[in-house]
């Protein structure tokens, strides 16, 4: 088990010796150990990863309700009606 009590897989991966030892570099310059340097720098870039599909998905799932609604626009509720009287009174129309 890890520090957190919560069972852990196992990963395994090849990676060219040049790129390792950047790695390891890197890990060494901010005190950490390899494992914890990769793990950390995994789960950043997943989550930037995520994030980013998210806003994409959630910005076209936006557009095609916009242009539901210009389509089809749902009826004025009571605030709009008297927002558009206050409008029309101020501006004279």
Same mark, same amino acid.
């Given at each position: 088990?890890?520090?957190?009590?919560?069972?852990? !897989?196992?990963l395994e991966?090849?990676?060219?010796?040049?790129?390792?030892a950047r790695?390891?570099? !890197? !890990?060494?310059?901010?005190g950490?150990?390899?494992?914890?340097f990769?793990?950390?720098?995994?789960?950043?870039?997943?989550?930037?990863?995520?994030q980013?599909?998210?806003?994409? #998905?959630l910005?076209?799932?936006?557009?095609?309700?916009?242009?539901?609604?210009?389509?089809?626009?749902?009826?004025?509720?009571?605030?709009?009606?008297?927002?558009?009287? #206050?409008?029309?009174?101020?501006?004279?129309?």
């Amino acid at each position: 088990m890890n520090k957190s009590n919560k069972p852990s !897989a196992r990963l395994e991966a090849r990676v060219d010796p040049e790129i390792k030892a950047r790695w390891q570099q !890197a !890990a060494d310059l901010e005190g950490r150990s390899l494992t914890d340097f990769i793990i950390t720098s995994m789960q950043e870039s997943s989550e930037r990863v995520i994030q980013r599909h998210q806003r994409m #998905k959630l910005a076209q799932q936006d557009s095609r309700d916009f242009v539901e609604t210009l389509i089809e626009p749902p009826e004025p509720n009571k605030q709009l009606i008297e927002a558009a009287r #206050k409008y029309q009174e101020i501006m004279g129309e």
